[in-house]
């Protein structure tokens, strides 16, 4: 990572952050969220990708600083089934490979740094394999600090159970709750995590 | 909505960690931050009883209620239920297999809404566990009471917020009538009916119709299209107005709202919102309602003003018949705002003699007069009606408009004498009735419609000679034994002669007058020669009597129109 590159105090996010959110779809909005994320990484001129089941609204896009884009595309909505399960099914090393494809990308180009942000509701529609999603968040702990990158997983909490979430709370450090980043003190570091390294 | 469930297949090569080793307590922590975003009590539970596995070692956990089932809960089992109710504290449940159930309740005790989280493990909980799974069950019973809390709230935000929507609405409402009956009062003032349309038209947007109680138009605004475009038949017509009646409010009829125009009984008109799309909101359906009040005082003054302006006009003419002198008469059309200083003539309107006026009659006469620019003066007889003439004007046409409205297309117009002024009115009058006598009686003739005295030539000079007896004297002379024989014997000799001499002496046609046989007229000419002593064919013979006859007849119809002659004494007819 390099030193130079500040933390992001708004929200709380540091650089080489991996924060799991949680959203639902009667309560805390997943469009909310996308916009504060989004308008934060603009707001700090770097490039930013999120990796969504739709594109937001023209509403909720109305609502993201776009004039703030040093290129046209700094910002970037990827579909989600196109970034994880591009060939119709989750492969942790083939996704790990191609994010940090776009990430060297982006740094090459020029932007300080990178915001990430997963919603992860792809893996009920494709019936991924959890084990192998969570070997995946597990590995993400430890490529998070290797660039200046900030990534966010996204779970509604209308289509995950308990146990999910458990786990979801075992693989990321830091969680982003009601506006803010926190510590988490039931994370499991990757090398003692099942699947992890 | 399928959640997903964390132990999903092909995992088996996956060895997870002892539960029991996981740091419990933090578990609960990272939970009931997880737990602050949930939105509804269902989910809480949900969420609740599939992290426990996770978090302290057992195989199931419910949600259960002592006495029912719930949005998020399930009815215990009866023989548990009782037991379960009087829980204050985490506690052991004796059941019926070897597992060990455990209930730690939701919140503080609340009597019949004591809801239990239930455990269910190979061996009971550690001390450890028990209060993990107590501050869960604690933490779950405090968020579901926020949850429902807000729910609470939202739904009286929800009734707060449509109050105040239909208290605005209302209020909305109300500024508009008000605002509308502003308006309408405004121009009912100055607009007439062609205002109070117009205002309506405003107020609502859409087309204003105002009709007669017939349905013809008397004002319009706006584009009035589909049904409204003609009139209807009379039936639907009173049908309609009956409806109306009833309703005491908005009727929907051929694409238009209608309501009545009746301030009293009478039905002055009705007032129409043409809205084809039926688009029309409740304050549209207000203000044509009130507009229809204005109305209704509008045509009650219009038709109060019109009576009274109809008395006077009547009062005026009956002055005129009656022969008021130049100064009474210059007096009451200096009020009225009449002309009396232009030529008059009196026009008497005859049709169907069927014991009175008819009053289709009347009106048609009425209508026809003004329409054609007649004359404004109008009144009704017993049997006739009077138009008091101040043009000059086709009174041929007049006849054919007036008969074409009638039945059988009976009318017969007598037409006095034109005078230079009004107070001549009277002795046109009488000529008329004159006429209008003879042409009952004297000339027996329908086909003539339009009879002036103008053109009745000797008998214009009979019915004007100033001292008559020398007439009566020579008509008495040629006539006397006839007129005994007549009298005497109830006979109608004079009329037979009268009738032969005005056909030119065909016997055809005097039987055709007289409406009897031929060899009745001849038997009757026989008679008349035996009580005559002589021939009325004969040369001197026939003049005289034809005179005299003629003498009769005028003599007959002045009597019979019961005329005070100033020219002719009736009385001296004895």
């Known amino acids: 990572m390099n030193p130079r590159t500040p933390d992001i105090a708004d929200l709380g996010f540091k650089v080489g952050d991996h924060v799991c959110g949680f959203y639902t779809e009667g309560g805390s909005s997943l469009d909310d969220i996308v916009v504060r994320y989004v308008s934060q990484g603009l707001q700090s001129g770097d490039k930013c990708y999120c990796f969504l089941d739709n594109t937001p609204s023209p509403s909720v896009q109305a609502r993201i600083p776009l004039q703030l884009m040093k290129r046209e595309n700094t910002l970037q909505f990827v579909p989600a089934d196109e970034a994880y399960v591009p060939d119709g099914s989750f492969s942790k090393d083939a996704r790990m490979r191609g994010l940090e494809g776009l990430v060297q990308g982006a740094l090459s180009e020029g932007y300080e ?60 450090r830091r969680v982003f709750v009601n506006g803010i980043v926190i510590p988490n003190p039931y994370y499991v570091a990757a090398h003692e995590f099942p699947g992890g390294r | 909505m399928t959640a997903v469930k964390g132990s999903a297949a092909g995992a088996d090569d996956l060895e997870l960690p002892p539960r029991a080793a996981l740091p419990g307590a933090n578990a609960v922590f990272a939970l009931s931050l997880i737990l602050t975003q949930v939105s509804s009590p269902h989910q809480v539970m949900r969420l609740v009883t599939t992290a426990v596995p996770s978090v302290v070692q057992t195989k199931r956990v419910l949600v259960w209620h002592p006495s029912r089932a719930g949005e998020y809960y399930e009815r215990a089992p009866e023989n548990i239920g009782g037991a379960l109710a009087g829980l204050m504290a985490p506690s052991r449940l004796e059941m019926d297999d070897c597992s060990s159930w455990w209930a730690f309740p939701l919140g503080p005790p609340s009597g019949d809404n004591s809801i239990f989280l239930v455990t269910v493990g190979p061996k009971p909980p550690s ?56 308006r309408l009062n405004e121009i009912v003032a100055t607009g007439g009916e062609m205002g109070i349309a117009m205002t309506l038209h405003r107020l609502t947007a859409l087309p204003v119709l105002i009709q007669d109680v017939h349905g013809n138009v008397r004002a319009c605004v706006g584009e009035a299209i589909g049904g409204q475009s003609g009139k209807e038949a009379p039936a639907r017509r009173r049908e309609l107005i009956r409806r109306l009646r009833v309703a005491h409010r908005a009727v929907y009829h051929r694409q238009a709202w209608m309501v009545l ?35 209704s005082v509008e045509l009650a003054h219009l038709q109060s003003i019109a009576e009274a302006e109809l008395r006077s006009q009547r009062d005026f003419a009956e002055e005129l018949l009656a022969g008021a002198d130049e100064s009474a008469v210059k007096a009451s059309a200096h009020v009225l705002g009449y002309d009396p200083q232009r030529p008059h003539r009196v026009v008497i309107a005859a049709g169907p003699s069927r014991g009175g006026l008819d009053e289709q009659f009347f009106h048609s006469v009425v209508r026809h007069a003004r329409g054609l620019d007649v004359g404004s003066l109008v009144v009704a007889r017993t049997d006739y009606v009077v138009i008091i003439a101040d043009r000059e004007a086709d009174l041929a046409k007049l006849q054919a408009a007036i008969a074409t409205d009638l039945p059988n297309h009976t009318c017969r117009l007598a037409v006095g004498s034109s005078y230079p002024d009004a107070w001549h009115v009277a002795a046109s009058y009488r000529e008329a009735q004159f006429v209008a006598s003879l042409a009952s009686s004297a000339l027996s003739n329908p086909a ?127």
């Open chain 1, 113 to 172: 740094r990178v915001w990430c942000l997963g919603e992860t509701s792809f893996l009920v529609r494709n019936a991924v394999d959890m084990k192998a999603w969570f070997a995946y968040e597990a590995e993400l702990n430890e490529y998070a600090p290797r660039y200046p990158q900030l990534i966010i997983c996204l779970y509604n909490l209308d289509r995950f159970d308990g146990e999910t979430v458990m786990n979801v709370l075992e693989t990321h």
């Open chain 2, 127 to 182: 001390e450890e566990e028990t209060f993990l799974l107590s501050v869960l069950a604690q933490l779950c019973g405090t968020v579901i009471a926020k949850l429902e809390l807000i729910a609470a709230e939202r739904a009286s935000s929800q009734r707060v917020a449509a109050l105040n929507a239909q208290l605005e609405s209302t209020v909305s409402t109300l500024t508009k009538i008000m605002e509308t009956h502003r």
């Open chain 2, 261 to 295: 125009a009746n301030p009293r009984a009478d039905v002055l008109g009705v007032i129409a919102l043409v809205d084809p799309a039926r688009t029309a909101s409740e304050t549209d359906l207000a203000a044509l309602e009130y507009a229809a009040t204005v109305l």
């Open chain 2, 448 to 574: 003539v419609p339009v009879l002036y005295f103008d053109s009745l030539g000797v008998y214009r000079m009979l019915s004007s000679v100033a001292d008559p007896a020398g007439i009566e004297a020579f008509m008495n002379q040629q006539l006397g034994p006839l007129i005994e024989y007549d009298r005497q014997h109830h006979a109608s000799l004079v009329l037979t002669l009268a009738r032969y001499f005005q056909s030119g002496c065909n016997y055809d046609g005097a039987a055709t007058a007289l409406s009897v046989h031929r060899s009745t007229l001849k038997y009757r000419l026989k008679r008349i020669r035996d009580v005559l002593g002589r021939d009325p064919n004969d040369g001197s013979a026939r003049l005289d009597l034809h005179l005299a006859t003629t003498v009769w007849l005028t003599l007959d119809s002045l009597r019979c129109s019961g005329t005070t002659n100033q020219r002719l004494d009736l009385d001296r007819l004895g």
